[in-house]
């Protein structure tokens, strides 16, 4: 394997890596910062890829999908929140689970009600719809290249809103104590509305960045909903930079793991032994890491509470 | 003593009655039918198409099987065997059907055929591609209104032999995903570049495409059925590789999936055992008559599904209504003497049928949208490559 493909799986590993961090930054703002494990993050990325294919079929237009998401995957956080969470705030992990396992099976269910169960199209919007040559001879697409910019500018802004706004503020007081914080007249309720409103919007515009390039259809959040969990426990949960980091880590191991493996197992095997360890051993590489990180660091790479 | 004998014997006989189980049926003059089909979760789609065909022939034949009152039960696997081997046990214990066709998925076939088989109760597969049935497991209460999971890459495999070198093979890290690699190779006899099996459910592949360029093949078949493989050919597209290395596939475009890929599915060859632009009359009255119902194409599993109760029609009528005359219904349906869309074909001694198969390929119509052509028959008369493992013989 050449050194130039190395580089170019690193890159991708990279990419595949911000794709997750922008699926996982919602998820762990609203466990971290609520305290609370919302199972249905995933559903909430897979209605932001329906929302972005029906946008898209209305409008024509990728840049005005994204300015309908912002409301419409905010709204739904709001709704889910104020009719399912709610009333389970005070009550154990496993009551949230189960909820929000609940509100999975409705949306994947729900989403085949409305919009049928065919796959949705979603066409790669044209500005970004071209190749650049980072490297010679293989063209990259430029599209990811934007999940790259925007996964960026994602924790950008989330940085920004937490350490330096009056939210943000309020935000981290209302997650290392509740009680004071409600002592000092400040409203959690509706900062806790807040909050889910924000991880499902980010939630949301994950579906709209995934939308072009994988199958829009029921379903399509559960194993996404998996890498995230992944991602935020390696990361430390409630911790963005955590979550960052971790994802970048996660995408590179997992992106050059799985393309050399099977060929590292062709020299030490036989081809027909090695065609099927090779990719089986890559699958569970990541879960390998997880274990690892969590034997040294159990608390995740960058524990939570601490920023 | 001769009393106390006769009342044993009759005890006997009552006891025994639910365990054969035929004789209280054998005036039975209403046809039960079940279709247990993968219809919900992401992967419901395939069991949905199949099952709208199977819907759109009980019409045509004016609801009734073999010109029987007809009872028609719907059953969901959920594309799971644990829960298909729960619904089968319900259309045979409660709503004691005769015939059941449907199934998507091999793994799930693989958990219920059994039950069917024990029972006598007659099973039509309307996709799923377990070749053990065609093999060393072949049935007579078995049949297929589809095909071996290898049969359709073999003709893929046969349609590129000559025609292109140095191929790249890509399949999912699955029973079905290694026996269309090996269906492939039974018949390209050409250089391989390299065999990439990936995780089932991947959805990126932008790293597999980066190897693959690298590797420079001359061409690509792969094997991605449902989101996978709409995933695979929107990256393919946008990595840029169609103006490189093109890719042949099995079981990724079809009608199916055609809204979904848009244009990016235009100029991809691939092979299926039905082609769609066949005018005979049979197709082009199903075509009509399945866009004039449910608003849409029909896709290949539709034929698959049409098919399988237009065989169950035969068997009945075969055995003249008889429904517990086992034998006449099979060796009707064993004529497959009906009017396919696929047109006609014959049952091997291994109840798969020897059908055409066929190499399409997508183009944009005269408003630029994807539509599928035949480009031209790549098997006449195809035998799968199981049956002489098979000791059914009639």
Request: glycine fraction near 10%; charge should be positive.
């Amino acid at each position: 394997m050449s050194t130039l493909l190395v580089l170019e799986q690193t890159l991708n590993g990279i990419q595949f890596g911000v794709f997750l961090f922008l699926i996982s930054a919602g998820l762990t703002l609203v466990l971290g910062i609520m305290n609370v494990v919302n199972l249905a993050h995933g559903a909430l990325f897979m209605m932001g890829a329906y929302f972005a294919s029906t946008f898209v079929a209305w409008t024509g237009s990728f840049f005005i999908a994204f300015l309908l998401i912002i409301p419409s995957s905010v709204i739904l956080g709001i709704i889910i929140e104020m009719l399912t969470l709610r009333p389970l705030y005070l009550r154990d992990h496993m009551d949230q689970v189960l909820a929000t396992f609940g509100l999975i099976l409705f949306f994947n269910e729900g989403v085949k009600l409305v919009w049928g169960v065919d796959p949705q199209p979603m066409p790669t919007p044209e500005l970004f719809a071209g190749n650049v040559e980072i490297f010679p001879d293989a063209p990259y697409p430029v599209f990811r290249l934007f999940i790259i910019g925007v996964g960026l500018l994602v924790a950008a802004v989330i940085y920004f809103l937490i350490a330096r706004t009056k939210v943000g503020m309020l935000i981290r007081a209302g997650a290392s104590n509740t009680q004071m914080i409600r002592a000092m007249g400040v409203n959690i309720r509706f900062l806790n509305t807040f909050v889910f409103g924000l991880g499902a919007f980010f939630a949301g515009l994950a579906g709209l960045m995934a939308a072009p390039i994988i199958s829009v259809e029921s379903g399509m959040g559960d194993e996404m909903l998996i890498l995230a969990f992944v991602v935020i426990v390696i990361g430390g949960i409630g911790s963005v930079r955590g979550a960052l980091v971790a994802s970048v880590i996660i995408g590179v191991f997992e992106v050059v793991g799985r393309s050399m493996l099977p060929i590292a197992m062709q020299k030490i095997f036989p081809l027909e032994i090695a065609q099927t360890v090779g990719p089986a051993l890559a699958s569970m590489l990541i879960y390998i890491l997880m274990a690892g990180v969590l034997f040294f660091k159990p608390q995740g790479l960058f524990p939570a509470r601490t920023g | 003593m001769k009393i106390k004998l006769l009342a044993f014997a009759a005890l006997g006989a009552l006891m025994l009655q639910p365990l054969t189980g035929t004789p209280s049926v054998a005036q039975d003059k209403e046809v039960r039918i079940g279709f247990l089909g993968g219809l919900s979760g992401g992967r419901g789609i395939f069991g949905k198409v199949q099952k709208e065909g199977f819907e759109l022939a009980l019409d045509h034949l004016g609801g009734k099987i073999g010109g029987l009152p007809t009872k028609y039960v719907v059953a969901d696997t959920q594309n799971k065997p644990d829960v298909g081997r729960q619904q089968m046990d319900k259309l045979i214990k409660q709503d004691k059907v005769h015939f059941v066709a449907g199934i998507t998925w091999s793994n799930v076939l693989a958990a219920v055929y059994k039950q069917a088989l024990d029972n006598k109760v007659f099973l039509i597969s309307t996709n799923a591609g377990w070749s053990q049935l065609s093999g060393k497991r072949c049935n007579p209460y078995f049949f297929r209104a589809s095909w071996n999971n290898d049969d359709t890459p073999e003709a893929m495999g046969q349609a590129l032999q000559g025609q292109v070198d140095n191929v790249w093979l890509l399949a999912p890290n699955y029973q079905a995903g290694k026996d269309m690699v090996s269906g492939f190779t039974r018949y390209y006899k050409g250089k391989i570049a390299g065999t990439t099996f990936f995780k089932l459910g991947q959805s990126d592949f932008q790293a597999e495409l980066s190897q693959i360029r690298a590797a420079k093949p001359g061409s690509i078949f792969t094997f991605a059925p449902g989101g996978m493989g709409i995933a695979l050919i929107k990256q393919y597209k946008a990595a840029g590789l169609d103006k490189t290395i093109p890719i042949n596939t099995a079981f990724v475009v079809d009608y199916l999936t055609l809204a979904a890929f848009g244009k990016s599915a235009i100029g991809n060859f691939h092979a299926s055992f039905w082609d769609p632009t066949s005018i005979n009359p049979a197709n082009v009255r199903f075509i009509e008559d399945y866009k004039k119902k449910y608003g849409k194409h029909p896709t290949m599993y539709s034929v698959q599904g049409y098919d399988a109760a237009l065989l169950m029609d035969l068997g009945v009528r075969a055995a003249k209504g008889n429904l517990s005359d086992h034998d006449a219904i099979r060796a009707g349906m064993r004529t497959a003497n009906i009017n396919s869309p696929r047109g006609g074909f014959q049952f091997n001694n291994n109840h798969n049928p020897i059908q055409n198969y066929y190499l399409r390929e997508v183009v944009a119509d005269k408003d630029g949208n994807p539509t599928i052509v035949t480009r031209k028959t790549v098997f006449r008369g195809h035998k799968d490559a199981y049956h002489t493992q098979c000791s059914m013989n009639w």
